[in-house]
């Protein structure tokens, strides 16, 4: 009897632990053992480098003002004031002076650099993990800012961590930082998916966890970040001026090809055509293609779909085509839909949607 009871109050204790380390219902601590790459190449950054160095020795000698401070220097000399800052041996300067040439400089192309909205390029880790939350999920991370990419660069690196919605499995995202599904943390994190709301509670010293806790819609706070897990209707300018939208057909996918005319990239939207024309009958019963063209004008997009006599339905980008469609200017890519609804993918590849359409990828890799 007394084992039993020994056993008993035993099972009691590590029970009453469980329950002491198991979070609230609507809680969710979230280890962030993922991380996400940013691909856009912002791993190169104009300056301005000195070319004429015996006019260069002219102007220092004609400086009136001087201030130095270890590798940054600041000059004035005929009334031109010159700031510049020391890198490997060489002047730098972030905009062009009399005798100086513009130049380009770069850093290893396998970290992970974002371009911020002021166009200086940051370093950053972006730990991540998949998350699901009844029958949702989709990926969550917090973007770390390390510092300056370039450091010769004068501007001030200190930002706030920020929180990144993304589809689930999502590894590679091209990041615009003003983008609806990224917003900048907090002491009031509030944030939308699908029709969920969480408050994010708590970031560790290192990022590698996340406490994020579902909340009621009403909250009187601002979201810092969106994410649509199911498509909407998308408003676009059909190619006769009439303002319309791109509807899904239930039962089949749904691929929207965000392109720009011009370029290498005219090219891709002709083979996309190409290989959905001669898709068989009954594939294309499966998958719907429609193309948005961004940033051409109304009339060059009509211009160039009848001279090819294109196939797939074309629409012109609106004001409001990119309402929560995390939109970002690195054509072409798709936003990709399935027969249900629920959205695959906001950064589709162009090779994604190629070998959809049947490409092997020993023809994909040929053809780069």
Same mark, same amino acid.
């Given at each position: 009897?007394?084992?039993?009871?020994?056993?008993?109050?035993?099972?009691?204790?590590?029970?009453?632990?469980?329950?002491?380390?198991?979070?609230?219902?609507? &809680?969710?601590?979230?280890?962030?053992?993922?991380?996400?790459?940013?691909?856009?190449?912002?791993?190169?950054?104009?300056?301005?480098?000195?070319?004429?160095?015996?006019?260069?020795?002219?102007?220092?000698?004609?400086?009136?003002?001087?201030?130095?401070? =270890?590798?940054?220097?600041?000059?004035?000399?005929?009334?031109?004031?010159?700031?510049?800052?020391?890198?490997?041996?060489?002047?730098?300067? &972030?905009?062009?002076?009399? =005798?100086?040439?513009?130049?380009?400089?770069?850093?290893?192309? /396998?970290?992970?650099?974002?371009?911020?909205?002021?166009?200086?390029?940051?370093?950053?880790?972006?730990?991540?993990?998949?998350?699901?939350?009844?029958?949702?999920?989709?990926?969550?991370?917090?973007?770390?800012?390390?510092?300056?990419?370039?450091?010769?660069?004068?501007?001030?690196?200190?930002?706030?961590?920020?929180?990144? !919605?993304? %589809?689930?499995?999502?590894?590679?995202?091209?990041?615009?930082?003003?983008?609806?599904?990224?917003?900048?943390?907090?002491?009031? &994190?509030?944030?939308?998916?699908?029709?969920?709301?969480?408050?994010?509670?708590?970031?560790?010293?290192?990022?590698?966890?996340?406490?994020?806790?579902?909340?009621?819609?009403?909250?009187?706070?601002?979201?810092?970040?969106?994410?649509?897990?199911?498509?909407?209707?998308?408003?676009?300018?059909?190619?006769?001026?009439?303002?319309? %939208?791109?509807?899904?057909?239930? =039962?089949?996918?749904?691929?929207?090809?965000?392109?720009?005319?011009? /370029?290498?990239? *005219?090219?891709?939207? !002709?083979?996309?055509? *190409?290989?959905?024309?001669? !898709?068989?009958?009954?594939?294309?019963?499966?998958?719907?293609?429609?193309?948005?063209?961004?940033?051409?004008?109304?009339?060059?997009?009509?211009?160039?779909?009848?001279?090819?006599?294109?196939?797939?339905?074309?629409?012109?980008? &609106?004001?409001?085509?990119?309402?929560?469609?995390?939109?970002?200017?690195?054509?072409?890519?798709?936003?990709?839909?399935?027969?249900?609804?629920?959205?695959? %993918?906001?950064?589709?590849?162009?090779?994604?949607?190629?070998?959809?359409? =049947?490409?092997?990828?020993?023809?994909?890799?040929?053809?780069?």
């Amino acid at each position: 009897m007394r084992l039993i009871l020994l056993g008993s109050t035993f099972i009691g204790l590590l029970a009453l632990l469980a329950c002491q380390n198991t979070p609230p219902p609507g &809680t969710y601590v979230i280890e962030l053992t993922d991380s996400i790459v940013n691909p856009v190449r912002g791993n190169f950054q104009v300056y301005w480098g000195i070319a004429d160095t015996v006019a260069w020795e002219a102007t220092l000698a004609a400086a009136d003002t001087i201030y130095e401070d =270890g590798n940054y220097r600041k000059l004035r000399s005929k009334e031109i004031w010159y700031e510049m800052r020391r890198e490997k041996e060489e002047w730098r300067a &972030t905009q062009p002076y009399p =005798g100086w040439e513009r130049r380009v400089d770069s850093i290893d192309r /396998q970290l992970n650099v974002i371009r911020m909205l002021d166009n200086n390029r940051v370093l950053a880790d972006i730990p991540a993990a998949d998350v699901v939350v009844g029958r949702d999920s989709f990926r969550i991370a917090v973007i770390h800012i390390k510092g300056k990419a370039f450091p010769w660069q004068e501007f001030d690196a200190d930002h706030p961590d920020y929180l990144l !919605l993304s %589809t689930k499995g999502n590894g590679n995202i091209p990041i615009v930082m003003d983008q609806d599904n990224i917003g900048a943390i907090s002491r009031k &994190t509030v944030f939308r998916v699908g029709r969920r709301h969480f408050v994010l509670k708590n970031v560790s010293d290192d990022r590698r966890e996340i406490i994020i806790e579902e909340t009621e819609v009403g909250r009187e706070f601002p979201l810092v970040a969106e994410l649509d897990l199911y498509y909407k209707q998308v408003p676009v300018m059909s190619l006769d001026s009439t303002l319309t %939208t791109i509807k899904r057909t239930p =039962g089949k996918d749904l691929a929207i090809y965000f392109a720009h005319l011009g /370029q290498w990239r *005219s090219d891709l939207l !002709l083979r996309i055509d *190409s290989l959905y024309r001669e !898709l068989p009958t009954k594939e294309k019963e499966d998958l719907d293609i429609a193309v948005v063209v961004r940033d051409n004008f109304l009339y060059h997009v009509k211009d160039f779909t009848e001279e090819h006599q294109l196939t797939l339905p074309v629409y012109v980008a &609106t004001e409001k085509t990119c309402l929560r469609m995390n939109c970002h200017p690195y054509t072409p890519y798709f936003v990709g839909v399935n027969e249900m609804g629920r959205i695959t %993918t906001f950064y589709g590849w162009h090779s994604w949607l190629e070998e959809r359409l =049947g490409v092997e990828l020993a023809e994909e890799v040929e053809s780069k």
